[in-house]
């Protein structure tokens, strides 16, 4: 089993920044992507960003480009979103996940796509006021 949590959220001005954390116990070889995800009040759950736990790669949504940077630690096995230039349209509670390797290849951009994601933490919550 896999236990992950994030951290790192809250209450922040508009153009404000946040830098969220997911911690990854238990399991934590054989994991191929950690994504974070969030979803607003009403809405569906909608993807943000993904990297390719070995080589760092990343791939974000439109929404989020060149405001927000995905990174991982790996040899503390934590993954991270810094969150510039902060909008109320970011409101959401964020979730992060990870993928496991699969003897399929699946280019990064279809980790954008949740059903890659095995484990799923609790979420945190992250509220930008205008």
Request: aromatic content about 14%.
């Amino acid at each position: 089993q896999r236990q992950l949590v994030e951290s790192g959220g809250g209450l922040v001005q508009a153009g404000g920044s946040l830098r969220l954390s997911c911690a990854a116990s238990g399991r934590t070889f054989s994991t191929y992507a950690m994504g974070w995800f969030r979803q607003a009040p009403g809405k569906e759950r909608e993807f943000v960003a993904t990297i390719k736990w070995s080589s760092g790669s990343t791939y974000y949504a439109d929404s989020v480009k060149d405001r927000f940077t995905i990174s991982r630690d790996n040899a503390k096995n934590t993954g991270y979103l810094q969150m510039n230039s902060l909008k109320p349209d970011d409101t959401a509670v964020y979730y992060c996940a990870t993928a496991p390797e699969t003897l399929i290849y699946y280019s990064l951009s279809s980790y954008a796509q949740d059903k890659r994601y095995e484990y799923w933490g609790q979420g945190t919550q992250v509220t930008v006021s205008s």
